[in-house]
């Protein structure tokens, strides 16, 4: 039970950390799809290249010609050689421009302006509404986690210092006793930082063991189908490194936070 009630809060921060970076993974990788498939269609008298255009807007990556075959083809039907030849003089180029990132709604009515100022370019066509309510969504879900996360990993920390507190009221006695018998304050105070850090490894393994259990089970891996996102967004060495790390500064900052609050009283 005197262990549980510090590994319990801790599991709370170290999920909600997990779930944060699960989450902003998912979404760049979301995002980098986003973008391989997001393209802006663009409609001009005279022939443009990459790198006029890539002089005006950083982010463009790629730039290919779309022919109007369809068109062509159909009118092959009603009319001569001659006149479909004086037609296709006459049409504008058609772009299909890439970027190298997913921008956000104020950035593309940045560069839906340029383009639209660029010599010879009739139209531009950047599917506005569309990318509006994807890149929203993103940010909802995105903003939302981050949120909820952050208000768990705040309420975890003040239980961590209550029971911290609760610990060192425990063990006062025999830290008196050290105090009288001269032992410095990192002695007389050891058990706290000993408890705080095993406890520190135990959640972190947990949490580790729990989402590679639950990333792997197979409704989850439906979820993620579901949302075009593969189960690599979750690392487990490097994640159950940051983990720990991040429980261990995290119970070591709690445990200095009390002794110096004690002090102060």
Known sequence: RRHLALIIPLLALLFSLESIMLVNRAVNKHENKLSDSYSIVIASKNALTLDKIQSFIREAKELKAIAPDYMMSELKKDLSRESLEAIQRELPFFYSLKLSSFPDEDRLAKINTTLSKLNGVTKVE???KSHSQVYKLLLIIKGSIIVFASLIAILSYILMVKQIEIWKFEHSDRMEIMAFLGAPAWMRNGILFRLAFIDSIISAIAIIVG??????????????????VTNDIFHMGSDFIILLFTSVLVSIVSVVFVIIKQKDL
């Open 211 to 228: 989402m590679a259990y639950l990333i792997n089970y197979h409704k989850m891996q439906e979820v993620l189908t579901t949302l075009e």
């Open 126 to 128: 950047s599917f506005t």
